[in-house]
Every structure is written in C-alpha cells, then in structure tokens.
C-alpha cells in the first residue's frame, strides 16, 4: 500500500517561507508523476505544481517564481519550498503521486494534507 505523508505545514506571516515535505512509502521513480495541490477553505482542489519523473516542473501562474518543487532521490521526499508568502496561500496542501503500470492502469495515491496559514 502506497503511503504519501506530508509535513512542515504551520503558521507563517505575510512574506514569510515554509518547506512542505511529503515522503512516499517506496521509491519516488515509482511514481510517473508528483505533484501538489491546495484547497483553501471554501474553494476547490487546485493544482500548484508538478514533477514528472524526467523533464520540466510546472507551475500554477498564482505561485510561479515564489514556489519550488524539488526531491531527494535517496530519502524518497518531495518538497515544496514556498517564498514570499501571501494570505491568500492559506491552503491545506496535498501531496499526489500518480502510478501508470505496463498495463496502462493509472493508481492516483494522495496524502492526508497539511496545513498552511499565511497570516496579514
């Protein structure tokens, strides 16, 4: 059973920085993609940004240039390093790893999510 479990949520003031961590239960190469998303209270899920196993990370135009996606091969860890924080980053954030077999079968695997309150 895949287990993604994130940290490094907490309270954070305006212009201020947190790393979130989400550490997977097997090998991050397992995973086709990563990502992160937030849901702020009273919104949907949105994307922020994702990590394909090789090539470019995308971002949300909304975090672009504050945000940074990055992992550590060897503790099988993906981060989100947040810079310049804004109020309206006030989210609980979730870690998501996406499998595809030979099969072309796609597992979705999501974390329990951790919180984030950028206060003004």
């Known amino acids: 059973q895949v287990q993604l479990v994130e940290s490094g949520g907490g309270l954070v003031q305006v212009g201020g920085s947190l790393r979130l961590s989400c550490s997977t239960s097997?090998?991050?190469?397992?995973?086709?993609?990563m990502a992160w998303y937030r849901q702020a209270p009273g919104k949907e899920r949105e994307l922020v940004g994702v990590?394909?196993?090789?090539?470019?990370?995308i971002y949300a135009d909304s975090v672009k240039d504050r945000f940074t996606i990055s992992r550590d091969n060897f503790k099988n860890t993906m981060y989100l390093q947040m810079d310049s924080l804004k109020p309206e980053d006030t989210a609980v954030y979730y870690c998501?790893?996406?499998?595809?077999?030979?099969?072309?079968?796609?597992?979705?695997?999501w974390g329990k999510g951790t919180l984030v309150t950028v206060s003004s």
């Open positions: 097997g090998s991050i190469f397992s995973f086709n993609r």
């Open positions: 990590m394909p196993r090789t090539g470019s990370r």
């Open positions: 998501n790893g996406v499998q595809e077999d030979v099969a072309g079968q796609v597992k979705d695997h």
